[in-house]
């Protein structure tokens, strides 16, 4: 698979504070990356270094090998969408509209909404599930029915890399399932997705590599089994993560004991 954003020794602040410290990966076209790691590990202020959002002090990030400083901002934001849980949109614009939002790297300021806009953001609604809510008002929305508007909006922006800070974070279980199976649906068209998980178990099953995030610092990256049993990753969460071999099925599972 070819390389199509890569980090290398990447350092970065936030708040005057030291965040990120020498830290590499690479994300290949079509790819499921799931980026893993206690809270305050750096793993937020690394979706934004990586989107072009948050200035980095060294290292380079490259977006098909081009760095992302050589990138005209119009450019970059065709390529690449974040979708980030503290987004704000009004409460009074309808899913619709919220969605809509994503076809603007496309048109510009001057350019009408065209069918291709249109379509792009039929499809965005229908991966995600929530066409039947175009016409509901956000304000109107659950928590986890704007989350899923909040990616479908990323989802119409039609980009090469999908960021996602969270992605499940308000989702019950059948709305999580409706939005890995949406992001399976755009890898399958060869998006590069990298998303923030929690829940352990939930990123083993789903991405083909994991890395694991520590004090600002890539612990582990490699398979998410090998991953999840990694002395790194027991001394990051401070449990004992155990596989276990389920009959029927490729994708182990996951227990968690306190103390590593």
Known sequence: MSER????????TRAGRGVLHDVSLALHAGEALALVG????????????????????SGSVRLEGKALGEWPRDALARMV????????????????ARVRLGRYPHRGPFRPFGEADAAAVARALEQTGITHLA???????????????????GLAQEPRVLLLDEPAAHLDIGHELKLFRALDGVRGCGVSVLAVVHDLARAAGWAERMLLLAEGR???????????????????????IRAHTVPGSTTPLYTFEEGS
């Open 5 to 12: 954003l890569v980090a290398r020794g990447v350092c970065a």
């Open 38 to 57: 206690p809270n305050a590990a750096g793993k937020s202020t690394l979706v934004r270094a990586l989107a072009g959002l948050l200035p980095i002090d």
């Open 81 to 96: 969408a974040l979708v980030a849980p503290d987004e704000e949109a009004p409460g009074a614009l309808t899913v619709e």
């Open 135 to 153: 016409r509901r008002r956000l304000a109107t929305l659950s928590a986890g029915e704007r989350q899923l508007a909040a990616l479908a909006r």
């Open 218 to 240: 890539d612990a582990a990256e490699g398979t998410p089994a090998g991953v999840l049993s990694s002395e790194a990753a027991a001394q990051a969460f401070g449990l004992r």
